[in-house]
């Protein structure tokens, strides 16, 4: 079954600095994988995925992601933190042969300091 | 973009009684809907998948006399927790896909705070 993981419980950035979430991921075929953030109380918010193609992908809010495919990973990204950035960041993945299930990381704090 | 709407946004109910949870996909047609559970400063723990006009699959260890869930039309997906206890207190969040690829993303509701007192 896919996996997730994302090793690091909270990342600490000052605003301006860039910003990076890791995400390892496991399956058992070719990945998709997707980026969602959640802000308290709120449902999750899409920010960009991978399905092929270009290994670097942007999306919403300024955010990017590098697939890398022999590292097995999908970090997202960001060149110049927000303090409105600080939210929890969630890495999910779905095997393109498997169950069609979103896996998703334990997610990670995201905390822009002023 | 695709919105997907949820309500109640809170509930409070007392022990034993049953709570329903609606969840509409606002500008598009929902072909599947999931459901998660979320605890605090937790990940989502899908409880299960519904298709419209079908039953529902649930994960392993998500009781379906307990949470029953319904997708009566292609933007409606209901869940009824049944006979609530304390334990049954989480957030509850649901999701849909648009279009039946894998690739396609979902799209999540804003999540409904059930409270059992």
């Known amino acids: 079954a896919q996996s997730v993981a994302q090793p690091e419980d909270q990342v600490n950035v000052a605003e301006g600095n860039p910003l990076t979430v890791k995400c390892t991921y496991s399956?058992?075929?070719?990945?998709?994988l997707f980026w969602y953030v959640q802000y308290p109380n709120r449902g999750l918010q899409f920010l960009l995925k991978?399905?092929?193609?270009?290994?670097l992908v942007k999306g919403s809010y300024g955010f990017e992601a590098e697939f890398n495919k022999s590292q097995t990973s999908f970090h997202l990204k960001k060149p110049s933190a927000l303090v409105s950035d600080s939210a929890l960041y969630f890495c999910?993945?779905?095997?393109?042969?498997?169950?069609?299930?979103?896996?998703f990381g334990k997610g990670n704090q995201v905390v822009v300091i002023p | 973009g695709a919105v997907v709407s949820q309500h109640p946004s809170w509930v409070i109910c007392k022990s034993g009684t049953s709570v329903k949870i609606e969840c509409r996909s606002l500008?598009?047609?929902?072909?599947?809907m999931f459901w998660y559970r979320q605890f605090p400063k937790q990940s989502l723990m899908l409880m299960a998948t519904?298709?419209?006009?079908?039953?529902?699959?649930?994960e392993q260890g998500v009781e379906k006399d307990k949470f029953l869930i319904n997708h009566a039309s292609l933007t409606l997906s209901t869940l009824t927790v049944t006979s609530a206890h304390p334990e049954d207190s989480s957030f509850y969040i649901c999701?849909?896909?648009?279009?039946?690829?894998?690739?396609?993303?979902?799209?999540f509701g804003p999540g409904t705070r059930l409270t059992v007192l």
């Open positions: 500008d598009f047609q929902a072909t599947t």
């Open positions: 999910a993945v779905r095997d393109m042969n498997g169950n069609n299930r979103l896996a």
């Open positions: 999701s849909a896909r648009v279009g039946g690829l894998a690739y396609n993303e979902q799209f």
């Open positions: 399956v058992s075929g070719n990945p998709y």
């Open positions: 519904s298709n419209e006009g079908s039953k529902a699959t649930y």
């Open positions: 991978y399905i092929t193609g270009d290994n």
